[in-house]
């Protein structure tokens, strides 16, 4: 299948940081990825979509000035969480869909803010 | 995307057959059947899909009833490292929408 990489893997930041997490396609391209994130002993829960070329689009309750996205490239798509707080400690995942619309996702960014 | 129901948990012995039911009476005629899984501390991982034929990979099998209200994942020789929770989602195939997980099935494999 295709591979989607996320970097860090990890970060650590202390309150009122900005963190960057990088999501890319590495042998195929994706107009479109997905993010998501998960908080512990729950499941997924989709925050927004990102479009190569055009602003992202956000699912309800998601603050887009908090979580900024750009999506760049073909093969990158970038999540800012801006002025991160401890609540925003979460695992963050990315994905982008084949051609079967099968979605293939990275490894996820376990991000604690302190 | 119609709603499936899943049960919270099976166990399975290891090398024996892992059969993973989950129901999705609601289906609409365009909506395929997709499996994932996700392994603690992982992004999930794509397993199969289907429409309405049944489907075989590399990694799982995919029963699908003939009224499609229902279907199956089997994973034939089950190992420890298929411990996951598993997650049944019908959706459009030509949908561009992110996924919406329910809670799936936790599959524990016992040795």
């Known amino acids: 299948g295709a591979v989607v990489s996320q970097h860090p893997s990890w970060v650590i930041c202390k309150s009122g940081t900005s963190v960057k997490i990088e999501c890319r396609s590495l042998?195929?391209?994706?107009?479109?990825m997905f993010w998501y994130r998960q908080f512990p002993k729950q499941s997924l829960m989709l925050m927004a979509t990102s479009n190569e070329g055009s602003k992202a689009t956000y699912e309800q309750g998601v603050e887009k000035d908090k979580f900024l996205i750009n999506h760049a490239s073909l093969t990158l798509s970038t999540l800012t969480v801006t002025s991160a707080h401890p609540e925003d400690s979460s695992f963050y995942i990315c994905?982008?869909?084949?051609?079967?619309?099968?979605?293939?996702f990275g490894p996820g960014t376990r991000l604690t803010v302190l | 995307d119609a709603k499936t129901t899943q049960p919270p948990s099976m166990d399975c012995a290891e090398g024996r057959a892992a059969n993973l039911p989950c129901n999705h009476s609601?289906?609409?005629?365009?909506?395929?059947v997709y499996w994932y899984r996700q392994i603690h501390s992982q992004g999930p991982q794509y397993i199969i899909h289907?429409?309405?034929n049944n489907e075989t990979n590399e990694m799982a099998s995919l029963i699908i009833t003939e009224d499609r209200k229902s279907s199956t994942l089997i994973l034939p020789h089950a190992t420890l490292r298929d411990t996951a929770v598993y997650y049944c989602?019908?959706?459009?195939?030509?949908?561009?929408?992110?996924?919406?997980f329910g809670k799936g099935t936790h599959l524990i494999i016992q040795p």
């Open positions: 289907g429409l309405k």
């Open positions: 994905s982008a869909p084949g051609l079967a619309n099968e979605q293939f």
């Open positions: 042998d195929f391209q994706a107009t479109t």
């Open positions: 989602i019908v959706r459009p195939g030509g949908g561009a929408d992110g996924l919406t």
């Open positions: 609601t289906i609409s005629g365009n909506e395929y």
